[in-house]
């Protein structure tokens, strides 16, 4: 597609319930990535997926987030068990990789905010 | 791990001031990349700094890498209304394709 399409735009789940997050990158960008904001914080790493390679968990907070990621499509996050310190935007972007460097800016979705209540 | 600060956090400015906003990384860094967040949106991607030193403009907008590739800072000349939003810095590291991003400045205008 033209842009970083994510659903659902927002999403109000109660406590100890899981949600399922989608992204759909940029058609040819091989490169995703997820971060989270928290409301007037900054952009807070997950995970990063890059072709056929490990992808960078690094950033999951705890073991009730994981994400997955099908070829050079489509990716989900899993929150499993939410907490209401869950409750943020999650934004996905992609990136054009280029000799082995990701020399371009990343392009972001508009976002899922995640409300646990 | 790296961690990559702005300064100031908030920045309020009347309408044809200048606005300059400062981002520093405890590592030196493969690049540095600058995203613009308006209020209620997604950051938006406005340009990556590679070279030591490098300067860089967009219309009244100037970014500059440092020499030693551990800080950047974000001038803008004459702001107006249209340039309300949150800047973030990002750094990358080498070796490494994430970005961190930095905390941000927040720039209102008062017309």
């Known amino acids: 597609g033209a842009g970083v399409s994510q659903s659902p735009s927002n999403k109000v789940t109660e406590k100890g319930k899981d949600v399922e997050l989608r992204c759909d990158p940029i058609?040819?960008?091989?490169?995703l990535y997820w971060y989270r904001q928290r409301l007037g914080q900054g952009l807070e790493f997950l995970i990063y997926f890059q072709g056929n390679s490990a992808p960078d968990k690094s950033g999951l907070p705890s073991d009730r987030f994981s994400a997955e990621r099908t070829g050079e499509s489509v990716s989900t996050l899993t929150i499993q068990r939410t907490q209401q310190e869950d409750s943020a935007v999650y934004l996905c972007a992609s990136s054009l990789v280029f000799g082995g460097a990701a020399n371009y800016g990343y392009t972001f979705g508009s976002g899922t905010r995640l409300t646990v209540v | 791990g790296q961690q990559v600060m702005q300064i100031p956090q908030y920045q309020h400015v009347q309408e044809g001031e200048d606005f300059t906003t400062y981002c520093n990384s405890s590592t030196t860094l493969s690049n540095i990349q600058w995203y613009k967040q308006r209020p209620g949106g997604h950051p938006v991607f406005l340009i990556q700094l590679v070279k030591s030193g490098e300067v860089k403009k967009q219309k009244r907008l100037t970014f500059q890498f440092g020499e030693a590739k551990k800080n950047s800072s974000l001038h803008i000349t004459a702001t107006q209304t249209t340039d309300v939003g949150t800047y973030f810095c990002a750094g990358k590291d080498f070796g490494n394709e994430k970005l961190t991003f930095g905390t941000g400045t927040r720039l209102t205008i008062i017309p």
């Open positions: 058609s040819g960008h091989t490169a």
